[in-house]
């Protein structure tokens, strides 16, 4: 007698077999297009001779010491993320907040400023906003002040280390400083900044989004899934603060952290080494960028970058000298701006070529293509099913660009 379960395997085995499932084609991301293009224009220009062989070998020069630094601190940052060492500290900053929403902004803003500081303003894009993103799915708050906060510190806290943005190891390379005595002379505006946009952060939209009772129920606490991983990815990034505090190169400091932290990997996890972990998107973004700028500075970028920065001294010119750097920032994009800007700043002006970079790092807000950290951002949130009001976001950002940008000039004014 045939029982329930023969007819079903019966059934069954007489299916016809299942369609094999479409293979997925893959497509090319719209930033991948735009590195290519201008990789491929940068080389144009060299090759063609818009860019005379010697500032192109100048530029190469100056160029690899950067690119080294980003593939290795980019790397660096992504296994730090696969070790769970940014989960682990979300999903402690929430337990540590006990429930209080003023206490998580507080925490969360800490977090994203302390990691632009360290690693960088793309990392804290890339990687720490889709943790805050899922902190806030799992205590079943809206998941947009998060959002706001990474994207906003990521530019606005990138001040202070040449580590915490490419345009400050240019600036720190044309003033000559090393990376304490830049520390030293960004702090003030730093603080000013961060000020600024906390303030603006709470009062624009952790306050309006906040629970009822501003209170939340804290998560559980997150256990990395390989704590040896979890503890050498730590050791690695702790490895890379220690040798830039103690002046050691970058590149050769985000180098020797990486390789610990790849040793580890090697050892526990050889399946997750991957060539896609290097930013090639990246590298290729820079370095044609780099090409570009320089070509269209000969052929009159830099006059039209000289009449906007003028040539007024004192408290006016390094006001003019950050506007402008917001502005460009905003109409094309901050590291473009600020190689035109420097391009035709004197080389012994300090103050108003780090009121340019002050308006470069903390101006490109209002656009979502001001820096390649928003445009990251932006492609974070679309990816996590993150809708930030748009004409909200513009909005208050403009205001973060124009205030945030005065008040740390005006600190750089007072330590000048």
Not at 23 to 52: F, I, K, M, N, Q
Not at 64 to 81: S, Y
Not at 358 to 381: H, K, M, Q
Request: charged share 10%.
């Amino acid at each position: 007698m045939r029982t329930w379960s023969d007819v079903k395997l019966a059934a069954v085995a007489d299916a016809p077999p299942a369609p094999p499932e479409p293979t997925r084609r893959w497509r090319p991301h719209p930033l991948d297009l735009v590195a290519v293009v201008l990789a491929v224009v940068g080389g144009a220009c060299a090759l063609s001779g818009l860019l005379p062989r010697a500032e192109t070998t100048a530029t190469v020069h100056r160029v690899l010491p950067l690119l080294l630094f980003l593939g290795t601190v980019i790397v660096l940052a992504e296994l730090t993320a696969v070790a769970g060492v940014f989960d682990v500290l979300a999903s402690r900053l929430a337990i540590a907040a006990q429930g209080s929403w003023a206490a998580l902004f507080l925490l969360c803003g800490g977090l994203a400023t302390v990691t632009t500081l360290v690693l960088n303003l793309d990392t804290t894009a890339v990687l720490l906003t889709p943790v805050l993103l899922a902190l806030a799915r799992n205590l079943r708050v809206p998941a947009a002040p998060l959002a706001v906060t990474t994207v906003w510190l990521a530019n606005t806290a990138s001040l202070l280390l040449p580590v915490s943005n490419l345009t400050n190891l240019l600036a720190a390379d044309r003033v000559g400083l090393t990376p304490l005595a830049y520390a030293e002379r960004m702090a003030l505006p730093q603080l000013a900044a961060v000020a600024v946009t906390m303030a603006l952060l709470w009062y624009a939209w952790w306050r309006r989004e906040r629970p009822v009772g501003g209170r939340f129920v804290a998560p559980a606490r997150h256990v990395p899934a390989d704590p040896v991983l979890h503890r050498t990815a730590l050791a690695g990034c702790l490895l890379f603060v220690a040798g830039i505090v103690a002046g050691v190169e970058i590149g050769l400091a985000s180098t020797v952290a990486l390789a610990l932290v790849l040793f580890g990997f090697v050892v526990r996890s050889p399946a997750t080494l991957r060539p896609g972990l290097v930013p090639v998107r990246l590298l290729l973004f820079v370095t044609g960028l780099f090409l570009v700028v320089q070509t269209l500075g000969r052929h009159g970028l830099d006059d039209l970058v000289g009449n906007l920065l003028g040539a007024d001294g004192g408290a006016l010119g390094a006001l003019r000298a950050g506007g402008t750097g917001a502005l460009l920032s905003n109409a094309v994009n901050n590291l473009p701006a600020y190689l035109a800007g420097e391009a035709v700043l004197p080389a012994g002006d300090h103050t108003r070529l780090l009121a340019l970079l002050i308006g470069t790092n903390v101006g490109p807000l209002a656009a979502p293509w001001a820096s390649l950290a928003t445009l990251l951002w932006f492609e974070r949130c679309r990816a996590a099913g993150v809708r930030v009001p748009v004409t909200r976001f513009v909005v208050t950002s403009t205001v973060l660009a124009v205030t945030g940008t005065l008040a740390a000039v005006g600190a750089l004014l007072l330590v000048s």
